[in-house]
């Protein structure tokens, strides 16, 4: 199984703060890069993909992908109460996805 | 609406017992997955198939069973071979075999206690 590693939070920020998310994966052959949100008990819906190196925004959400270092970040600006979740960074190789462990994040009023 | 649709949402069995999830979709995926999730951790491949009437094992297959005998329906057996079966099971689907552009959907999943 190809390793994707997240950093292990918990991670708690303030309302309206910036929440940054890590993962690094070891197969260099990845093509294909994933950030889902999962709140408590629910599956796991896709919030961002990232293929090419650089940044990509999406709303208050930017993904930043660095092939050389096998880095792949998640920023949310502004965090809401209702980003409060378990967010998950997948891998695809061979046609299949890994998944690390997920970062839980709390923002707090 | 187009989705995937994992029954039972809650299912409770002995232990020794074979039980079987179901997951349907109606999204025309070709690719569908099995993933398991424990407390704690990250979602863990059980099986995939890429097309009907073939499967792959995943990382963690032992203990588990699969069919692919339609397009639409990708069912679960979890054996009584399987260690620990209480678990999170989730059911995926994409437009192709999880490469570029292709990510996965999710069902709702199905909750097993195994006592």
């Known amino acids: 199984q190809k390793e994707v590693e997240q950093n292990s939070g918990p991670l708690s920020v303030p309302e309206g703060a910036i929440a940054s998310l890590n993962c690094t994966y070891s197969d260099r052959g990845s093509q294909s890069f994933f950030w889902y949100r999962q709140y408590s008990g629910k599956s796991p819906e896709l919030i961002m993909s990232i293929y090419s190196n650089g940044d990509k925004e999406d709303g208050r959400f930017t993904a930043q992908l660095n092939k050389a270092s096998q880095y792949v970040s998640l920023l949310i600006r502004d965090s809401q109460p209702s980003d409060s979740a378990t967010y998950l960074c997948?891998?695809?190789?061979?046609?299949?996805?890994?998944f690390g462990a997920g970062t839980t994040v709390t923002v707090r009023a | 609406d187009g989705g995937i649709t994992q029954s039972p949402k809650y299912l409770f069995r002995k232990e020794g017992q074979n039980v079987t999830l179901s997951c349907e979709q109606n999204l025309n995926h070709d690719a569908m997955y099995w993933y398991r999730q424990d407390p704690g951790q990250g979602l863990r491949l059980i099986y995939y198939?890429?097309?009907?009437?073939?499967?792959q094992k995943g990382d963690i297959a032992e203990g588990y069973s699969v069919s692919r005998e339609k397009k639409e329906s990708f069912p679960l057996t979890v054996t009584s071979a399987q260690k620990n079966p209480t678990a999170f099971y989730l059911c995926?689907?994409?437009?192709?075999?999880?490469?570029?552009?292709?990510?996965?959907?999710f069902g709702n999943g199905t909750r097993l206690t195994v006592t």
């Open positions: 997948a891998v695809n190789y061979d046609y299949k996805l890994s």
């Open positions: 198939s890429q097309i009907v009437n073939d499967f």
């Open positions: 995926a689907s994409s437009t192709t075999g999880s490469s570029y552009n292709s990510p996965l959907h």
